[in-house]
């Protein structure tokens, strides 16, 4: 487990126990009776599933917490335990619990008591769905282009425009949305808001993925929001999004780190049992030489993942917290692609029939590569922070 603590042991076997007990039977783990053109192939929001984890405690993990416990200031290593051991039981069980977290923690971090009081309690006990909304059809990497309008009325702004890909989306029960101010600020004219799903003027639609999640676009007709929607301070929106990003880019190497453990532990089974040219698979050299390098990859990925939470939660400068969320990511997502990709050659044909576990992973594995910045934003960032670095000396 990589230098972990006995307490942080001792939580990733309390959570892998509660994965596989209470969330594996709610999640949706074969999907082999899912038909491409069955409307379930869009994917819903799984409220039952969250609804348990928020019952059994897990989604105070999402901020650093525990069942009996408040929120500590480990969140960021908590966070990335959770997601890599849950990833490695379900991925859909994972990927409901991240966006939950990624969803409300800016109304956690920058919302006011009254607002903070309105959604979090029922996030974390599962029954309040949340959802971050920055991405629009024309601003994805390059968020600071934001269109979302967002024009004076009265006290408060009415919302016009899109947003598109944004998970739970059109199903959450809340939206954190980033919405332009001031029209030719770039990043400093963004503003963040708490939205509640059922607003007026609010709807969207699903979209249909590789693997089927719940994703989708949301439309703004004149949707109005007031001071106590606003989430940190008008104009500072791009800060609230940055802050968030800091914390959970780390936990999505994280879930990398578990959906690529999973893979070459099926491998190192399949390997060890398929006979082939008078003995069984482990015995090629060829074979041996690929886990290893496997293993490996994994294993740096781990510890650039733990490196980065570590770092946060340590109270790093800003720079090095972003330079090593933005090298966890980097490095975890990709590496997980590769040892992915590995393991369905291993396991051969088998492994491409749809509802496998190898199949479901090399559709899952993808996603992360692209979503809280790809993965050339975010060597971007970190050759960005290194010169700032030289800089400075």
């Known amino acids: 487990m990589s230098g972990l603590e006995p307490e942080q042991r001792e939580y990733v076997r309390w959570v892998r126990e509660v994965a596989v007990t209470q969330l594996l039977p709610l999640a949706d783990v074969t999907l082999a009776d899912v038909a491409l053109d069955n409307e379930t192939a869009h994917g819903h929001v799984n409220r039952p599933l969250l609804a348990a984890m928020g019952k059994h405690g897990l989604l105070r993990g999402l901020f650093g917490g525990s069942p009996d416990r408040p929120p500590t200031d480990a969140a960021a290593m908590r966070l990335s335990l959770l997601r890599e051991t849950i990833a490695g039981v379900s991925v859909e069980a994972e990927t409901a619990l991240a966006l939950q977290g990624l969803g409300s923690y800016p109304i956690l971090q920058s919302g006011g008591p009254e607002t903070v009081e309105r959604w979090i309690p029922g996030v974390v006990r599962g029954i309040t769905v949340a959802a971050f909304a920055l991405t629009e059809p024309e601003a994805g990497s390059d968020a600071a282009a934001l269109n979302l309008r967002a024009e004076p009325d009265g006290d408060g702004w009415r919302l016009y425009g899109e947003k ?20 030719g600020a770039g990043a400093r004219g963004v503003t963040a808001f708490a939205v509640p799903g059922d ?19 949301l439309r703004f007709d004149a949707v109005r929001v007031g001071p106590p929607d606003v989430l940190g301070e008008v104009d500072a929106g791009f800060r609230v999004a940055m802050r968030t990003l800091d914390l959970f880019r780390p936990s999505v190497g994280a879930f990398a780190v578990g959906m690529a453990q999973s893979a070459i532990d099926a491998t190192l089974d399949h390997v060890s049992t398929r006979q082939a040219y008078g003995g069984p698979l482990s015995d090629q050299q060829s074979v041996r030489h690929t886990l290893a390098d496997l293993a490996t990859h994994l294993q740096a990925a781990r510890l650039l993942v733990y490196a980065a939470a570590r770092c946060y939660d340590a109270g790093g400068t800003r720079g090095e917290i972003t330079r090593s969320a933005a090298m966890a ?13 590995q393991c369905v050659q291993l396991h051969g044909a088998r492994a491409l029939q749809r509802g496998h576990l190898l199949e479901r992973l090399y559709r899952d594995v993808r996603a992360p590569r692209i979503y809280e910045g790809a993965s050339e934003v975010q060597r971007s960032i970190i050759a960005r922070e290194l010169f700032r670095e030289r800089a400075a000396q």
């Open 199 to 217: 607003a007026d003027g609010l709807s969207g639609e699903h979209l249909e993925l590789l693997s089927p999640h719940p994703i989708g676009r």
């Open 329 to 341: 990511k980097l490095f975890a997502t990709e590496a997980a692609q590769r040892i992915v990709d």
């Open 164 to 183: 598109l890909w944004i998970s739970n989306a059109p199903e959450a029960d809340v939206y954190t949305v980033f919405a332009r101010t001031t029209p």
